[in-house]
C-alpha cells in the first residue's frame, strides 16, 4: 500500500488495524484467563483490549507481533508522537525537560556525583543532559535513530541497544516505554541484572486506574500493555524489587529497591480495574459528535508535527 493510503486508513474508525497477531499468554504472570475492557482504541478503529484475570495486567489481544509492531512503528507512530524530520517539535521539548527536572530532583537524595545513571528508552536525551549537570554519569539507550542522533548532539552517551557487559549502574530509569513492550518482564530481567546490589528502579508507565474518560480514549494500538500501580509493583515484585519507601511515589511513577518479598497477583484485581473504566458506547459517542473535538486536535497536532521543520 503507498505510504499515504496506508496511513491514511489509520485513522478510518470502526475497521480493524491491519495486523494479525497472536493470541498470548500473560507476559506478567501466565495466566491465559482474561476479562474484556474494550473493542475500540482512541481513533475509534477496532481494537481489543483485555484484561489478566489473574494479575490484572491489560493487554491488547491479539497481540502484535514484533514484526507487526515494527511495521507500525515505521508507518505510522511518528505521526502520532514523535519527531518528522531532524528534530524534536518544541512542544516535546518543553514537556519532556520539566520531566526529567522532576525526575532528576527525586532521585538526588540518593545518588552521588559520579553515580552511574541509565535510561532506557531516553528519547531526545533531556534526562540525560539534566543528569549530567547533576554530575552524574549518564548513559541513554534509545532505538529511535532520530531522536538518538538529537540527544547526542548534546553530549550525552546513548547506545541503540543495552551493550554487552554494560554497567553496573546506581540507578536504571525507564519513563512511559514498558507500557510499549511485548515483554516487559524479559527486559526488566535484562536491565536489574546490569544494577548495583543497593542500586534503584525508577518505572513510570501510564496510569491505568479509575478515569471518567471513554475507555476506548485512553487505549492505542502502541501500548501493547497497560499498568495500575499494583501491577507495575508486580512487574517488579517478579524480578526481586518493592517500593522503596524513601521516595514518594505517584501512581505508576515509582522508585523500587531490591527486597525478598515474593509477587504475589491480586486475582480480585481484574474486576476492580475494569469498574475504574468508562465503558461509554464507541457508536453512541460518534453520534452525539463526542469524538468531534478530541480528533481535531489530534489531527491538526498531526499536521502542525508533520510540517514543522
Ligand atoms: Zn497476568
Not at 68 to 78: I, K, W
Not at 122 to 130: K, M
Not at 136 to 146: D, K, N, Q, T
Not at 180 to 200: C, I, N, Q, W, Y
Request: aromatic share 8%; proline share 8%.
Amino acid at each position: 500500500m503507498p505510504q499515504f493510503a496506508r496511513l491514511a486508513a489509520g485513522f478510518v474508525p470502526f475497521t480493524p488495524y491491519g495486523y494479525a497477531g497472536r493470541h498470548e499468554a500473560c507476559a506478567l504472570c501466565g495466566s491465559r484467563e482474561t476479562l474484556p475492557l474494550s473493542r475500540h482504541d482512541r481513533r475509534l478503529k477496532r481494537l481489543t483490549s483485555v484484561i489478566c484475570a489473574n494479575c490484572g495486567l491489560i493487554r491488547t489481544d491479539p497481540m502484535p507481533t514484533e514484526a507487526e509492531l515494527a511495521d507500525y512503528y515505521r508507518h505510522n507512530y511518528r505521526f502520532d508522537y514523535q519527531l518528522v524530520g531532524t528534530k524534536p517539535p518544541r512542544r516535546h521539548l518543553v514537556r519532556t525537560r520539566a520531566e526529567a527536572a522532576r525526575r532528576v530532583a527525586l532521585l538526588a537524595p540518593v545518588l552521588q556525583p559520579r553515580a552511574r545513571v541509565l535510561d532506557y528508552g531516553s528519547g531526545s536525551g533531556e534526562f540525560l543532559i539534566e543528569g549530567q549537570r547533576h554530575r552524574w554519569s549518564m548513559e541513554g539507550v534509545e532505538p529511535g535513530e532520530a531522536y538518538s542522533s538529537h540527544a547526542r548532539e548534546a553530549g550525552v552517551t546513548v547506545h541503540s541497544s543495552l551493550p554487552e557487559g554494560a554497567g553496573p549502574f546506581d540507578a536504571i530509569t525507564s519513563h512511559h516505554v514498558f507500557e510499549h513492550l511485548r515483554d516487559p518482564l524479559a527486559t526488566l530481567r535484562e536491565l536489574v541484572a546490569t544494577l548495583k546490589p543497593d542500586g534503584v528502579l525508577y518505572l513510570s508507565v501510564p496510569d491505568m486506574g479509575p478515569s471518567q474518560k471513554p475507555a476506548f480514549e485512553r487505549l492505542h494500538f502502541a501500548h501493547v500493555h497497560g499498568f495500575v500501580p499494583q501491577t507495575l509493583d508486580l512487574l517488579a515484585a517478579t524480578v526481586g524489587f518493592a517500593p522503596d519507601p524513601r521516595f514518594d511515589r505517584a501512581g505508576t511513577t515509582a522508585v523500587y529497591s531490591r527486597t525478598d518479598i515474593q509477587p504475589n497477583p491480586d486475582p480480585s484485581l481484574a474486576n476492580r480495574i475494569r469498574a475504574g473504566f468508562n465503558m461509554v458506547d464507541p457508536l453512541k459517542h460518534v453520534v452525539t459528535f463526542g469524538w468531534l473535538a478530541p480528533t481535531i486536535r489530534r489531527l491538526s497536532r498531526d499536521v502542525r508535527d508533520t510540517l514543522r521543520k
